[in-house]
Every structure is written in C-alpha cells, then in structure tokens.
C-alpha cells in the first residue's frame, strides 16, 4: 500500500514542481473522528506527523477549516470544545434550521467563487453583494445583543463578547 | 523419516503453495503461516530453520532498498524522465524508446518492482502532458524492466538467489546473461514499434508543454544526489569485483546502505519504514518451507525422477528448466518457485554428472522471462495493472495476455537457441 502512496506522491509532486510550486511531503497519519450526537453526525479530520503541524478540519455537519496546531493535545482540546457546543447546541429547536442556514451559506460561498473566477462582474453588482452582506452582519449582531448566551466553555472565535 | 510424516510435509508445503497462487491470503502472511507449522511438528528445527534462511539474499535486498530508498528523494528519476522526454523533443515513440532504456538499466541495477515504482509515475506524468493514452508507454516499461532485471546478479530476486545458492557473481551473470538480454532487449523493442507505433499521436502544443518543462527543477537535493549516485557507483563497482576480495554480495550492498545512510544523515526510521518488510518476511518463509522438503528428503527425491527422466541429458534438462521456468512464471510467483528449483538443481548435480552452470543460467532465463507472460507473472505487472486502473485505463488479463504471452515466448525461444549455440 505504502508503494502505491509513494507512487502517487511523486506523481504529484513532479506535477506540481513544474507548475511552480515547492512542495513538501512527509509521513503522517490521517485521523477520522466520528461523533454522533441526538442523530446528528459530527466529524472531523486531522493529520498527525512528525512536523508537528496538525490541521483539522470540521467534516460534518459541514465542512470547515478549523485550525493549524503545534501539539496533538491542542486537537484533542479543541475537538472536545467543539463538540460540547455542539451537544448544547443539538438541544436547541433551531438545530435543523442553524445546520441549514450554514449549509446554505457555504453553497453561496462557493457560487460566489464560482461567479469571481468565471465571470467578470460589474463595480455596482459588487457593492450590491457587499450590501446585503454587511445587512446579515448587521443581523447577527442584533441577535447577538437580544439573546442570552448559554455557552461560556470558551469566548467566541468570530464574535465581538465586549457589548 | 517416517512415510506418513513424508505426506504430511508435501501437503503443508502445497496447500501452502496453493494459498499463496490463490492469492486468497497475504502471501507472507501463509508462507509465515506453512513456516511456522513446519517448526511445530518438528519438521526441522528452529536452528535448522535459521540455517535453511539465505541471509546474503536477505542482506542483498534490504541493503539495495536502503540504497533506493535514500536515492529516490533526490528527484534524479523525475529529473531522468523530463530530459529523455525533452530529448526526443515530445515524439511519443522515441520517448518510449528512450524511457525503456532507462527502465532496462534501472531494472538491471535495481529490483524491478522499485524500477517500476519510480519510473511509472514520472511516465504518467509524461503522457498527462501529450494527453496520450498510457497503455502504449507502460506495457514497453514493464515488459523491458523484466528483461532488464534478467541480465545482473541484483536485477531481479530470483537471480539474487540463484547467485547466492549456486555461488556466481556480479560479473557472472553479466558475461553470461547481458549479451542476450541486449538481443532480446532489441528484438521485442523492434515488435513493440509495430505493435504501438500507429496508435501514438500528439499534438505539436503537446510537444511544446514537454519542451516547456524543467528537469532542472525536479532535483530536489543536489548535495543528497551527489552522495546517492557516487554510493550506488561505488556499490555497483563493488558487485563487480565482490569475489576477487573474497566478499559475498550482501556486504557489498549493506555496505553501500551504511555508508549513504552516514554520509546522507537521512533520518534511518524514514528510511527503514520504506524497505519491504513483507518481501523479506516472505523470502525467509520460503526458505524454511523448501528446507523443510529438503529435510525430509523430497528435494532429493524430484532431482532423482528428473535425472531418470533425461538420462541424465544436459540438453534435455536445460530446455525443460528453461520452458518450465517460463510457463510456470508466467502465471506462478516466480520466486516461491526458484525457491524450490534451486535445491532441485544442485541435486541433479549432486545426482549426475552433468555440469550444471547452464542449468542455472535456464532457470534465471526461463524465471525472470517467464515473468512477461501474463499479467500476474510478476508483481511489476500487478503494479502496473494497478497503478493504470488507477490513472483510469484498465488493461484487462487478456489484454495484456495477447502482447506479454507471445513476445514471453519470443524471448525465451532467442535464450534457447542462446543456451543451445553457447552452453549446449
């Protein structure tokens, strides 16, 4: 098995260096965790290696990038955060509708991706996107200061707490 | 040695062999297995067994895959690949030449499985850029790295024991296997051409990105490389001249290995977790599996039909070695099946008195040719097979039957006449 990976890598690798790039390869492990909380899955995905470099990425309910680490432990902490919200969040009645809006964000996301790399878009149909983006912001915001807070495991990463 | 105890042997020893063609269990895993059984009915014992392991072959192979192992960072074959491809200025056809040269001399130098795990994907990458199909360039690579293998002491493992086992070195194998490795060489190279030549085109645009790349680029370490070639220089001078210093050829290579692995500073657990443990594992199996058919006398007795069999004819016996060699490796492992030919030979020799130097040069012929045949006859094939399915362009059995069987067959019928003008 290790053969074939080598074989791949290399292919990657060549392929990559004439496009440019400086690549780096070195052994790791890929890890695969799996929770399942009220039946709702929650997984995620890291790399351990000898470089000390860990990146874990959230899987499911979807997928986000969360963090480079120096130590294992550091995965380990995180996860076990992360997945606390998301028992305490599970609880909630708006559970389906938070992992739909998310869900739907992303999409977005990518169709704005999409529409950047692909078509040339115009000054004014710009602003308008940056519009109803800052009016969404404006939206979280305002939730932000009529509700209560339930979680105090750790200050928000994206949130202003300061009010 | 009691008759039932006899039986009970031969059945371990096929149902063992069996298993492994069937491919229904790891064959290290059911060689182990068969080894182990052999030791718990005391068949042999465990000093015995131990003494039944050919460690110059061990040693041979895990010193040239420490070699390989620290070599193949440095990115001298992606940087090989990219100058034999800028060379024939992105032609498909020469460029297939050019890289099955390059697979020959690897495949002579390195073992074939490694040559073909290191010149493959540069070859992918090769024919991504002509948006060529790669069938055309990986049949050629796997067929001419069987061949290549054929020709050195260290190209492919069963010459690695035979060599150990019948006492020839480096330079043996060259005097006695290159010439006609080089006519087979350019005799199916030549078929190839017909066979793929009209199948291969490109465009100009395509040619253009080739010339466009930078092999320059694909070295990764130059001061590693530099270490790595001058070792496997001095390792193969070494091989050349191993007997006149009255070494075996294990020493030669793990010398080569301790010395790039202090001079390169590579971290050794890097290095180690890349050597084929299950090959090695498997090999020592083997070994203790035959010495178990030894130790009963069963070797002895095959040797006795086969000299009644010929009388004792060196013709006779050497065309069967040979074509036996080749049909049974072109469908069989070929090295649970050297593993059990050597012994056989050295008691037709002991039995007759016949000189059986050809004997040897037939089953290095027939087993490493042999190879060719089918897609399962070496496990070059089976990873190439593997690795185009992969890449998504699958070759069927028959597919490669239909090419690898007939140009298997033209090659061991240019040995046979080989063997007939020279030894015979």
Redesign the interface.
């Known amino acids: 098995m290790?053969?074939?990976v080598?074989?791949?890598a290399?292919?990657h690798?060549?392929?990559l260096?004439?496009l440019g790039a400086k690549v780096q390869q070195f052994?790791g492990k890929m890890c695969f965790v799996e929770f399942e909380i009220n039946g709702h899955k929650l997984e995620y995905a890291y790399n351990i290696n000898r470089k000390n470099k860990y990146f874990l990425e959230r899987i499911k309910p979807y997928p986000l990038p969360l963090k480079v680490f120096e130590s294992e432990k550091d995965v380990i902490e995180l996860i076990k955060i992360d997945m606390e919200q998301y028992k305490d969040a599970m609880k909630s009645k708006n559970i389906d509708e938070f992992i739909e809006i998310t869900t739907e964000i992303n999409i977005i996301q990518k169709k704005f991706e999409d529409l950047f790399l692909y078509y040339n878009i115009s000054k004014e149909k710009a602003d308008e996107m940056k519009e109803h983006i800052f009016k969404i912001d404006e939206i979280i915001n305002e939730i932000q200061k009529e509700s209560k807070r339930v979680n105090f495991l750790k200050e928000p990463d994206n949130l202003k707490t300061e009010i | 040695m009691e008759e039932s105890h006899v039986i009970i042997v031969i059945s371990i020893f096929i149902a063992t062999y069996g298993i492994i063609i069937s491919e229904k269990i790891h064959r290290t895993t059911i060689a182990m297995f068969g080894a182990v059984i052999m030791l718990m009915l005391h068949v042999l014992s465990q000093k015995a067994a131990i003494d039944h392991i050919d460690f110059n072959t061990i040693g041979l192979l895990i010193g040239m895959m420490i070699i390989v192992g620290i070599t193949?960072r440095t990115g001298v074959?992606?940087y090989i690949a990219i100058k034999a491809a800028k060379t024939a200025k992105g032609d498909p056809w020469k460029i297939i030449v050019l890289l099955s040269i390059v697979t020959a001399v690897a495949s002579a130098l390195l073992d074939n499985?490694t040559t073909i795990?290191?010149i493959?994907?540069?070859t992918?990458?090769i024919t991504?850029t002509l948006e060529i199909n790669p069938i055309a360039f990986l049949i050629p690579e796997v067929l001419v790295a069987n061949i290549g293998g054929t020709a050195t002491l260290i190209g492919d493992p069963p010459n690695i024991m035979i060599g150990s086992a019948a006492n020839l070195g480096f330079m043996d194998f060259i005097i006695n296997l290159l010439p006609v490795v080089v006519i087979i060489f350019i005799v199916i190279m030549f078929i190839l051409k017909i066979i793929y030549k009209k199948s291969l085109s490109t465009t100009e645009e395509a040619k253009q990105r080739i010339l466009n790349?930078?092999e320059k680029?694909?070295i990764k370490n130059e001061l590693l490389l530099k270490k790595s070639l001058g070792v496997l220089a001095i390792t193969i001078l070494g091989f050349v001249v191993h007997e006149s210093f009255g070494f075996e050829s294990a020493t030669v290579a793990l010398a080569g290995a301790a010395i790039l692995l202090l001079i390169s500073k590579v971290e050794p657990e890097?290095i180690f977790?890349?050597i084929?443990w299950p090959t090695i594992f498997f090999f020592m199996a083997l070994f203790v599996l035959v010495g178990s058919l030894e130790e009963v006398g069963v070797i002895e007795i095959l040797a006795e039909k086969m000299v009644n069999l010929t009388n004792g004819n060196l013709f006779i016996t050497t065309m069967i070695i040979l074509w036996v060699s080749a049909i049974a490796s072109a469908f069989l492992d070929n090295i649970p099946f050297v593993a059990t030919m050597i012994p056989l030979v050295k008691g037709i020799g002991a039995m007759s008195a016949m000189n059986i130097t050809p004997l040897w040069w037939a089953l290095a012929l027939g087993a490493c040719l042999g190879g060719n045949g089918s897609i399962v006859g070496a496990t070059a094939n089976v990873?190439v097979s593997?690795?185009l399915e992969?890449h998504g362009n699958r070759i069927s059995f028959v597919d490669y039957l239909k090419i690898g069987f007939p140009l298997m067959i033209v090659s061991v019928a240019i040995s046979s006449v080989y063997l007939i003008v020279f030894y015979l």
């Open positions: 290790r053969k074939y080598n074989a791949e290399m292919q690798a060549m392929k260096l004439q052994n | 193949r074959f992606e499985v795990l290191l493959v994907p540069v992918l990458v991504d790349m930078n680029i694909a890097e977790v890349e084929e990873v593997g690795m992969k």
